[in-house]
């Protein structure tokens, strides 16, 4: 009996150990004392079961967001008082001030004399961001519906507006008082029509002419009028990929998206700057686009257009495509340049993410698909995944759904990973197991310190460590703001297994990787 009490022990250990969550036994008190936790805890608080066992650094309660407080109480409460579960969903502060969403699941038991509370939390912050990109997608296709009925019957008005004042102009060419009203009531009209024929852009109803083109035979043919927009003091760069996949879409679209991008990379950028237009193949799979709703998963032809203006807040990036919503002076635009690119892409069946933090600038990536041809072979890797050799490599990545993909592809690649949530884990980890370390991979843009940060720290006691930087910004906008001194490698987000394979094997290998090159 007691070698099978020894084997259920080690059993259940095993179960909590590899549940994605946490199991908890707390008291029935605001405070939610915890008398055991499992080790899941460490991801989704920050704090290990250890910390906040009889709250000796940190009580549960204490995590919980003080605007969903009250609620949660009421919530067990009310389920005790008619002996049924309760089911939750708040929000948590986290160890490095985060916030994140949970659900939970509990019900009241006895330990003694005591009600206590038996229970399991998740971590959803994931698909509460994801229901809510759903949420705005419905949003925008009805405000494009919308947009598009007014734009259509506003554009016959300005039409017939425009037409009379023009033929008015003909008939009182000499009188000038009239003449110089109609002028002001024209050039009204004109600016008008550009605002619906904006909208009907972003509504995906204006007339197009889709042809199969070479993306970077376009864009070179708009530089020197995109040159010419821009003020001197910003730098125009150019980084076309080679061997680019052809794409179907009718040219004067990618003028406008050009045009809208670098008009409002221009209001971003005070003094001098910089503007990186980039393309290049990109293979979006299944589990990028588990991430990112709404994508379908294929190759496609990357157009990405970065700048290292004023960048965007975060609060107001969900509002980014709606018409009429600009971060810019009135008096400066209408906000009408990304709800148009938004339709032109949707319009090709295409998709854009928008990448941006305030005071570190912009890039917008358009996702455009690949145009094949019956003939023409699926694209394949051009090297198999290569595997490592149990090298231990840190992981800092903030985002823990992303953190947990990259961590399992580095795993099945043959590497050992310590992965960290945050900066300050980091180097708590980095002091602990330092001389362990062979590869310091890490997100860009994190709260506390960004990547550069860290691993100058990280590096101050290992200046050996190899670095990759990894982000969602990219390679050109990363370099210009010299985050690759050192030695230092990037790799732009979204990437496969088979991109990380081989950019972790050339830093191991330099020499291997020359060979085979």
Known sequence: ???????????????????????????????????????????????????????????????????????????????????????????????????????????????????????????????IYSESRQRMAHKMESVARLAGGIAHDFNNMLGVIIGHTEMLLESHSNENDIVDGLNEILAAGKRSREVTRQLLSFARRQNIRPVVVELNQIVDGILPNLRQMLDESIELVWQPKADLWQIKIDPLQIDQILICLCSNAREAITGNGKVIIETANVVLDNEYCFEHQGFIAGEYVMLAVGDNGRGIESELLDNIFEPFFTTKDATVGVGMGLPTVYGIVKQNHGFINVYSEADLGTSVKIYLPRRHHEASPQWQPELPPTTGNKETIMLVEDEPALMK???????????KVIAAGSPCKALEIAEQQSQELSLLITDVVMPEMNGHELADKIRARLPELPVLYISGYTTSLVISQNLLENGARFLQKPF??????????????????????
């Open 1 to 127: 009996m007691a070698a099978d009490s020894v084997e259920y022990s080690s059993l259940y250990a095993n179960l909590l150990q590899n549940l994605p969550g946490m199991a908890y036994r707390c008291t029935n008190q605001l405070d939610y004392r915890m008398q055991f936790i499992s080790e899941g805890c460490l991801d989704i608080t920050g704090y290990t079961a250890d910390e906040l066992i009889n709250s000796k650094i940190a009580a549960y309660g204490d995590l919980i967001h003080p605007d969903d407080k009250d609620r949660v109480w009421q919530t067990i409460q009310s389920a005790i008082s008619q002996q049924s579960s309760f089911v939750l969903e708040y929000r948590i502060i986290k160890r490095n001030g985060e916030t994140r969403w949970v659900w939970e699941k509990g019900c009241a038991a006895c330990s003694g004399d005591d009600k206590v509370l038996d229970g399991f939390i998740l971590d959803i912050t994931s698909r």
């Open 405 to 415: 993909m990259i961590k399992m592809m580095l795993e099945r690649l043959g590497y």
């Open 496 to 517: 496969s297994i088979e991109d990380l394979s081989q950019t972790v094997n050339s830093i191991f290998n330099p020499h291997q990787a020359e060979n085979s090159g």
